[in-house]
């Protein structure tokens, strides 16, 4: 095998990694996001039911 092969299906592994890689932190990133949405939206749902309530 040539060593120019190898270089090439090295980096050509390593690219792959980074898009998967990618695709996953993304997902997770969106996750956490909605997550954290969703908390703001209860506390902002709690403070106005005590703005009524007051």
């Known amino acids: 095998m040539n060593i120019g ?3 090439f299906q090295l ?6 990694i980074g898009i ?3 695709i996953v932190w993304f997902v997770m990133n969106q996750r ?3 997550r954290h949405l ?3 939206d209860a506390k902002l ?3 106005t039911r005590e703005k ?3």
Not at 11 to 16: E, H, K, N, Q, W
């Open 20 to 22: 998967v890689s990618a």
């Open 32 to 34: 956490k996001k909605t």
């Open 52 to 54: 009524q309530n007051n």
């Open 45 to 47: 749902d709690r403070l």
């Open 5 to 7: 092969d190898v270089v």
């Open 11 to 16: 980096i050509s592994f390593l690219v792959l």
């Open 38 to 40: 969703e908390e703001i």
